[in-house]
């Protein structure tokens, strides 16, 4: 059985992960020739689903995918499903249930999700989600389990260790106190740590992760630290588990824990050398060489394996067919050495938060060649095809490090149109029921990939509601001046804004976040 007191006891606010959503987990799956289904109109299950918070957005913007979440604490169930309620969403549903009681009458799902549960729960239970992920995933499905994993949680065990110790003998306390407790003790051995010399400088990263731990969140610290059960394992492990269950790893959704290519050759060599051929050695032995301590791993049915591609060279019609968003700033693409790679990525940086697809960054080189040059005749197929290359491995290079996310697909951008857009009452309702109402507090608020975004206001629930239909700017700014706006400066102190200041802000959040509506 899995244990939910501690859930009731600590409250645990229910966050959003980009890295799960559906149109990710399916874009993962081409990129290694697998062909999932359409992530916007597909079932989706997550196991340990909270109130709800990683796929209440996303069914917010998916409405013909439904969503199934499983959780077995009671009050985060009831309370979830309130939020959805209010919310207004018919495609998103919160079942108190017991993940041991799933069985195949439960139906097939396109994408699977359990994140952070897998490590926090017994033998039994993880046997059980990998069973689910078998007998509940689709044949072309994807699953996703994320887990902490040696050997880089060698080092945290020690401090778990510490923070257990320091409640052994007050097993009455509330979780709460046992977060403090813990907290008081690793705080004073890391400070006698440093007191020596010798220990400081052979333990410093050690002692660094205890300062970092005392001051994350207490209800992260206590579900991490002081569960009962917080068991990681080596990737290898992990996979053993899975191919009992005729179930096959494709890869980390952090590429650079399964793509090798992107180290030096010496290492990519040695990495040949030690697999020979096998992904999962070469992953492993990449665990032992970058410490690792956390994974998110996609799944799929051992009948899908024929497709799968794990030479790390991937066809460019696959590359083209994926929708990117930058994860760099200015100052790093500044740094490049291939100028035209560089004049093609500032001038996508105009804009960061949009997409762009590869013939979209092919199209900007164009334009700038032209604007280059006085004959356009100068603009040669080999000098194109040569800029092509080099975007394609560009773009490889930057989704396995991190610096580009990829889409399938994504929602349409319905730009501000005075007197023409407005904001549906499904948008309207998310926003009040998160920041004002029942999911205030409990559930982050998020855009259409799963991100946070935090500076949404009660001003803003102010204006969508103003916005339910089309109108006039000087009607908005002359209901909006019904109410007074503060903005807080760095100094802390409040200070009134007038409606009309304050509008276009409200405007350019909602664009962002694709809230209009075309009448």
Not at 149 to 178: C, H
């Amino acid at each position: 059985m899995e244990n939910k007191n501690t859930y009731n006891e600590l409250f645990y606010k229910s966050n959003p992960f980009n890295y799960t959503i559906p149109s990710l987990l399916e874009a993962y799956g081409r990129l290694y020739g697998l062909t999932p289904k359409d992530s916007r109109k597909a079932r989706v299950l997550e196991l340990g689903s909270s109130f709800g918070g990683n796929i209440i957005t996303q069914a917010l913007y998916n409405p013909e995918t439904e969503f199934i979440g499983v959780d077995l604490t009671t009050e985060q169930v009831k309370k979830g499903n309130e939020v959805i309620e209010k919310i207004g969403l018919k495609n998103v549903k919160l079942l108190e249930k017991n993940i041991l009681e799933i069985n195949e009458d439960f139906g097939k799902f396109d994408y699977i999700i359990a994140h952070g549960v897998f490590s926090w729960v017994p033998d039994i239970v993880k046997e059980k989600i990998i069973k689910i992920c078998n007998e509940n995933l689709a044949e072309d499905g994807i699953a996703y389990i994320s887990y902490n994993t040696y050997p880089g949680w060698k080092e945290p065990d020690k401090i778990r260790e510490m923070m257990l110790y320091a409640n052994k003998y007050f097993p009455e306390v509330s979780q709460g106190d046992k977060v403090q407790r813990g907290k008081a003790f690793i705080a004073i051995v890391a400070e006698q740590m440093k007191s020596y010399t010798d220990i400081s400088e052979k333990k410093g990263d050690f002692i660094r992760q205890i300062e970092d731990l005392i001051n994350m969140q207490d209800y992260y610290v206590g579900h991490e630290q002081l569960e009962d059960i917080n068991d990681p394992m080596y990737l290898h492990e992990f996979v053993d588990l899975l191919r009992k269950e005729n179930l096959e790893y494709v890869s980390d959704v952090a590429l650079r824990l399964s793509i090798a290519s992107v180290y030096n050759q010496s290492t990519v060599e040695k990495l040949q050398q030690l697999s020979q051929g096998d992904h999962v050695i070469k992953e492993q032995c990449l665990d032992y060489i970058l410490d690792t301590k956390f994974r998110r791993a996609l799944i799929c049915k051992k009948s899908q394996t024929e497709k799968l591609n794990f030479t790390e060279s991937f066809p460019n019609e696959i590359l083209d067919s994926f929708l990117y968003t930058l994860k760099y700033s200015e100052e790093e693409l500044k740094t490049l050495n291939e100028e035209n790679i560089k004049a093609i990525m500032l001038e996508l940086m105009k804009t960061p938060s949009k997409s762009f697809t590869v013939q979209d960054a092919m199209k900007i080189w164009e334009n700038l060649e032209i604007s280059n040059s006085q004959d356009e005749n100068t603009k040669t197929e080999e000098k194109s095809n040569e800029i092509i290359t080099n975007l394609r491995k560009f773009i490889l290079n930057s989704i396995i490090n991190g610096k580009m996310k990829f889409y399938c697909s994504e929602i349409e951008i319905v730009p501000y149109e005075e007197n023409n857009v407005y904001v549906l009452e499904v948008f309207r309702n998310y926003l009040r029921t998160l920041i004002m109402g029942e999911g205030a507090n409990i559930i982050g608020v998020a855009n259409s990939r799963n991100e946070i975004i935090s500076g949404l206001n009660d001003v803003d629930v102010i204006v969508a509601d103003i916005l339910s239909e089309p109108k006039p700017e000087t009607q908005i700014i002359e209901e909006l001046s019904k109410t007074t706006i503060y903005r807080t400066m760095v100094d802390g102190e409040r200070t009134e804004v007038e409606a009309s200041e304050y509008l276009p802000e409200s405007l350019k959040k909602f664009e962002f976040l694709g809230y209009f509506t075309k009448k």
